[in-house]
Every structure is written in structure tokens, then in C-alpha cells.
């Protein structure tokens, strides 16, 4: 049963554009929600996190977003950069806990020329 | 300061030969975890150590998993005797033992993964 899920495998976005990466959960236990980015050969690298007291949370040009009725969130890179390319993996975990994190099955993002 | 390194980056073994994974944490970090990718499915958790003390081993798949962190330090994950299903990239990450003032998580991070092929 997975409990964090990405539904989109792939995104392909022009550089300059918003790229718009979305995660449902599942279960209402989760209160801390995470973005990881991962190159090709390398471990996932952290990218913004945001609490479930917040709705939006923003870092440069990454900002999340947590609707937590709809148990949803999204993460928008704007504007979208060539090095922006990865797979990106949306997490979730318990806060104030050393618990593992859930992590759903990744959203590759394209950003072309 | 040197990341979460892991050895090998690769192994390729065939079914039924045993191998041993390495990961050595960010120094001072006493929180070590253990997950895996299997190919374009999720990171899934395998097990938590706190220092030598295994915290959560809930998501190790059968008993021919075995994880060891003797001492608190660097962590060794044994696959005996392998699968073909045990095929897939091992990820450690490592992160700081209680919470740093006003933070409500503290980041996991990871190494490089070490890619595991079972023939």
C-alpha cells in the first residue's frame, strides 16, 4: 500500500516556464512533508521541506505547497532551469521524531531550451 | 565536512552469493538509515539505527537482510545468500541525534547509493 504517490512519471517544461510537480498522501498521520532532488549516479539531495502548521512554504525559486484537506501538495520551480532536470521524489514523515521518510515514486522533470 | 559515503557503488553478484554493503555517516551524526530503490519504484525504507541500537527494522524484507552499526559508527547491510529480487540501488543517509532549536525534523542526508545486481 503506497502511502505517498506521485502520479505523474515524467514532466517536460520550456526553461523560464513554472514547473508544477504534485504528491497525494495518504495517510493522516503525517505532519512534515519533504522535497528531494536526485541526479543520475547520485543519493537524493534535500530540497524544501514544509510543516503541515504552514500551507506554503518558499525557498528562491522553489515554493511547496500543502492543502492538507485534500491531503495534496505541490512543489513549483519558477522559473525553470536546464539544471533543474532530476527526479524529483516527494517524502513525508512524522516531525519532531527521528522517523524514516515515506517517499513516493518520483516525477522526472525535462527542462528543455 | 565529508558526506554519507557509501562502498561499493556497484556489485554485481550472482543469485545466491552473499554481499556486503558499506555506509559511513557525516561524522557526529548518530541517527543511520538504510532504504532501497528498486528499478522506478519508490525509496523504501529498510531499517533506523540510533548510534548501535537498531531504532526501526520494519521494512526489512526477510531474515537474509542483516544490518550491523557496531560501535555507532559506519553500518554494514549483508545480503545472504542473494536474490534476484534483491536487485535494485541501496541508499544510507545520516542525520543529527535530536532536534537543533526550532526545527520540527532534522534532514536526512544521503550518499551516492550503491547499485546492487543479482544475475
Known amino acids: 500500500d503506497q502511502q505517498v504517490k506521485q502520479n505523474s512519471p515524467s514532466l517536460s517544461v520550456q526553461e523560464g516556464r513554472i514547473s508544477i510537480l504534485n504528491c497525494d498522501y495518504t495517510n493522516s498521520m503525517f505532519d512534515y512533508f519533504l522535497w528531494y532532488k536526485k541526479y543520475p549516479a547520485e543519493g537524493p539531495t534535500f530540497l524544501i521541506s514544509?510543516?503541515?502548521?504552514?500551507d506554503k512554504n518558499e525557498d528562491g525559486r522553489f515554493t511547496v505547497f500543502l492543502n492538507k484537506s485534500a491531503k495534496h501538495l505541490s512543489l513549483h520551480i519558477v522559473p525553470s532551469q536546464p539544471g533543474d532536470s532530476a527526479v524529483y521524489f516527494c517524502?513525508?514523515?512524522?516531525?519532531?521524531?527521528?522517523?524514516?521518510?515515506?517517499f513516493g515514486t518520483g516525477t522526472r522533470l525535462q527542462v528543455t531550451l | 565536512e565529508a558526506g554519507v559515503t557509501q562502498f561499493p557503488s556497484h556489485s554485481v553478484i550472482e543469485k545466491g552469493q552473499t554481499v556486503t554493503l558499506r555506509c559511513d555517516p557525516i561524522?557526529?551524526?548518530?541517527?543511520l538509515y538504510w532504504y532501497r530503490r528498486v528499478m522506478g519504484k519508490e525509496i523504501k525504507f529498510l531499517l533506523h539505527?540510533?548510534?548501535?541500537?537498531?531504532?526501526?527494522e520494519s521494512g526489512m524484507p526477510n531474515n537474509r537482510f542483516l544490518a550491523e552499526r557496531t560501535g555507532g559508527t559506519y553500518s554494514t547491510l549483508k545480503v545472504q545468500p542473494a536474490e534476484l529480487e534483491d536487485s535494485g540501488v541501496y541508499f544510507c543517509?545520516?542525520?543529527?541525534?535530536?532536534?537543533?532549536?526550532?526545527?520540527?525534523?532534522?534532514?536526512?542526508?544521503f550518499g551516492p547509493g550503491t547499485r546492487l545486481t543479482v544475475l
Open positions: 539505527f540510533v548510534k548501535e541500537s537498531k531504532q526501526d
Open positions: 514544509i510543516s503541515s502548521i504552514k
Open positions: 561524522s557526529g551524526h548518530d541517527n
Open positions: 517524502a513525508a514523515t512524522l516531525s519532531g521524531t527521528a522517523s524514516k521518510l515515506t
Open positions: 543517509a545520516s542525520s543529527h541525534f535530536g532536534l537543533a532549536g526550532g526545527s520540527t525534523y532534522n534532514e536526512q542526508f
